[in-house]
């Protein structure tokens, strides 16, 4: 069974940083694309930065600049550098990854909170 399990959420003050880390198992990670995605209360599941399989990047205009994506293929891992924090990045924040080829196969993380504090 795939399981991706992400870690590192918890309470940061506005300004500061935060890490998020997603551990893979059971999938062949080099052949995944990976993203990290985010919902706050209220509101629709929004992508926050993918990586693909070849190391390519993309943000979400709210946190360029701001945030880091990052993938560790000899760890399966994909982290979540989180700077500069604000109160509207408070969310339930996914790890996602999708098969580069076969796009059927696609799994998402549990979640973990973010809350900033103002």
């Known amino acids: 069974q795939v399981q991706l399990v992400e870690s590192g959420g918890g309470l940061v003050q506005t300004g500061g940083s935060l890490r998020l880390s997603c551990a893979t198992s059971r999938i062949i990670f080099s052949v995944y694309h990976m993203g990290w995605y985010r919902q706050a209360p209220g509101k629709q599941r929004e992508m926050v930065a993918v990586?693909?399989?070849?190391?390519?990047?993309n943000y979400a205009d709210s946190v360029k600049g701001r945030f880091t994506i990052s993938r560790d293929n000899s760890k399966n891992t994909v982290d979540l550098q989180m700077n500069r924090v604000r109160p509207e990045d408070t969310a339930v924040y996914y790890c996602y990854c999708r098969h580069t080829v076969r796009s059927q196969y696609e799994y998402w993380g549990q979640g973990t909170q973010v809350t900033v504090s103002s």
């Open positions: 990586i693909t399989s070849g190391g390519s990047t």
